[in-house]
């Protein structure tokens, strides 16, 4: 079996879109469930972070139990919307390897809706692994975009969560692993690729 790739977006996907995740408090969560898409006291103003793993959505929200990220939405977004985020997007950190000047760096944050950011994807038990995981920042155009366009439907998956945790807690991850979903290399156009630092295009 092949190792994973450093940095690999790894989804629930198929031909019309994936599924991101986002942790919030119950008014807001309740809200959006029964809107179908994020409605007051939704703040479109803040930057929003989407995450396509569900274990890192677990590690940074505690299994849904920090406050105010009580409950865990897996939010269905289309292929376009997504791989519109990642063409108008900015590392959240300067790479001297991919930007011409720290200068050069900043300037193109300021201007960029959207912000990458990868960090150590998460076993089901929560420790780091060698290869990372893309959270995605969603700001200005990118949330109206996200709100208004790119949901296709929103699932409470609170339950899910608690009871994967109390799988591991239990002494059995593998329990807990055949009830999260599957998550596979998302297919990456070459271009997208090279502008979020991904380390490989899936064909």
Do not use: N
């Amino acid at each position: 079996m092949t190792a994973p790739l450093s940095r690999q977006i790894r989804a629930a996907h198929d031909g019309r879109g994936l599924t991101v995740y986002q942790a919030y408090p119950a008014p807001i969560a309740e809200a959006a469930l029964g809107a179908g898409t994020f409605v007051p006291p939704f703040k479109r103003e803040r930057m929003t972070w989407i995450k396509p793993s569900f274990r890192w959505m677990m590690y940074r929200s505690g299994w849904g139990t920090k406050p105010g990220q009580e409950r865990v939405l897996a939010v269905r977004i289309s292929r376009e919307g997504f791989e519109w985020a990642l063409a108008h997007a900015c590392l959240s950190h300067y790479d001297r390897d991919r930007h011409a000047s720290a200068e050069a760096w900043k300037a193109e944050l300021a201007a960029s809706p959207v912000r990458i950011q990868w960090d150590p994807e998460r076993a089901t038990d929560l420790s780091p692994l060698s290869h990372r995981a893309i959270q995605i920042g969603l700001s200005g155009e990118a949330v109206d975009r996200y709100v208004d366009e790119w949901i296709l439907g929103l699932t409470d998956v609170t339950d899910l969560a608690h009871e994967a945790h109390a799988l591991v807690r239990a002494g059995r991850p593998e329990a807990a692993d055949a009830r999260i979903p599957v998550e596979t290399p998302y297919p990456l156009p070459t271009d997208l690729a090279a502008r979020i630092a991904a380390t490989t295009t899936a064909a």
